[in-house]
């Protein structure tokens, strides 16, 4: 049996106001701040050499505009999969603040009133894996923080709670693979190739 050699490359979209603050942005369509610009603007730069069969980017500006920047917008294809989680009554709201009324809230264990779960987001995020693996060659996809945690953790085979295990920046690079049969993480969290 043969070693699966297709890698999915995620990117995290560059910063926006909201980012910054900590507040959970899913629904809210923001911009993305200057900083946010140069950050995917940095991302074509390491990306240019890299061969892509398919492309997804979230339907959100954030997302799309990271993957205009970054070279690939032309070819990109948007899925309502890929969305950030949707926060319901907490978007907009920080974690800190949403402590001042719930000490002992936290997102992946309590979830957020009005909004959805993390096993429905895992079933979207399950669905992007599906469609990633029957393309062949190497996917890049453009979205969110806790939506890409999420897939990370699915992919790998856990539950998708297990997304809060995985940290990630904005502007940054990870990729997803095989090490023989089995699904790895290949690099994660990256500022640089």
Not at 32 to 47: F, M, N, V, W
Request: negative net charge.
């Amino acid at each position: 049996m043969s070693e699966p050699k297709q890698e999915i490359w995620l990117m995290r979209h560059g910063e926006t106001e909201w980012s910054v603050s900590g507040a959970h942005t899913s629904r809210t369509d923001l911009p993305l701040l200057p900083s946010g610009i140069k950050q995917a603007q940095e991302l074509a730069g390491k990306l240019k050499n890299q061969k892509f069969a398919l492309v997804l980017v979230s339907p959100m500006q954030r997302a799309q505009e990271t993957c205009r920047l970054a070279g690939l917008g032309a070819v990109a294809e948007t899925t309502d999969d890929l969305k950030e989680w949707d926060y319901g009554a907490y978007e907009g709201r920080s974690t800190a603040d949403i402590h001042k009324d719930n000490p002992n809230w936290s997102l992946w264990r309590d979830g957020v009133p009005n909004g959805e779960s993390v096993e429905q987001v895992g079933a979207r995020v399950q669905r992007v894996i599906q469609r990633c693996l029957k393309v062949d060659g190497n996917v890049a996809l453009f979205a969110h923080g806790h939506v890409l945690r999420i897939l990370t953790a699915v992919w790998l085979g856990l539950p998708p709670h297990d997304g809060q295990l995985f940290a990630l920046s904005t502007g940054t690079m990870s990729e997803l693979g095989f090490e023989h049969e089995y699904r790895v993480i290949r690099r994660w969290n990256c500022t640089s190739i």
